[in-house]
Nanobody, 122 residues
Framework: EVQFVESGGGLVQAGGSLRLSCAAS????????IAWFRQAPGKERERVAC?????????YYAYSVKGRFTISGDNAKNTAYLQMNFLKPEDTAVYSC??????????????WGQGTQVTVSS
């Protein structure tokens, strides 16, 4: 059975930090790249970061988070992380992870987590 579980969300003040985790079972990070998405109410889902965990470990970031967020992965633990620093109220969203078969090109995502809420107060 495939499970993909995010954790680490919560309420934080603007300027603060959070570290999200995404733990998977039932498939291997050696076979997928891992992306973090977010979706705020009334807005489209946005991919904020991706790591080629099934390759050279290259990382990609949305312009809106570059320099503030860092994606990393531990294939031995089948877990990915999103370190979020200097958080802004506009970062408030549900954050989810997804398994990308296409090396962060976004052509197909096989598995999705349920998401974790991040709320940044001003």
């Amino acid at each position: 059975e495939v499970q993909f579980v995010e954790s680490g969300g919560g309420l934080v003040q603007a300027g603060g930090s959070l570290r999200l985790s995404c733990a998977a079972s039932g498939f291997s990070f050696d076979d997928y790249s891992i992306a973090w998405f977010r979706q705020a109410p009334g807005k489209e889902r946005e991919r904020v970061a991706c790591i080629i965990s099934n390759g050279d470990g290259s990382t990609y970031y949305a312009y809106s988070v570059k320099g503030r967020f860092t994606i990393s992965g531990d294939n031995a633990k089948n877990t990915a992380y999103l370190q979020m620093n200097f958080l802004k109220p506009e970062d408030t969203a549900v954050y989810s992870c997804a398994a990308d078969v296409s090396w962060c090109s976004g052509h197909r995502y096989d598995y999705w987590g349920q998401g974790t809420q991040v709320t940044v107060s001003s």
